[in-house]
């Protein structure tokens, strides 16, 4: 964590990239995932891999948003 990365894959396991400017150059600082209802951009970054409406959110309670129940 903290480290240094220009995308996920340069991280450790539980954490993403953040690099807000998109290169990749290096500039980009591992960072933990983020857990449900956290703001998000990007479904890496959050620990359940589901970005919604910019939130961190469970699967099932996508599946069931999206099913109507």
Sequence with gaps: ???KCSYDPNC?????CDNPSG???GT????????TSESCS???QCTSFVCSSGKCANPSDVQAAYCGG
């Design 12 to 16: 450790n396991d539980g954490l993403f």
């Design 1 to 3: 964590m903290g480290g």
């Design 23 to 25: 290169e990749f150059d």
């Design 42 to 44: 990007d479904n890496t």
């Design 28 to 35: 980009g600082t591992c960072t933990a995932r983020k857990g």
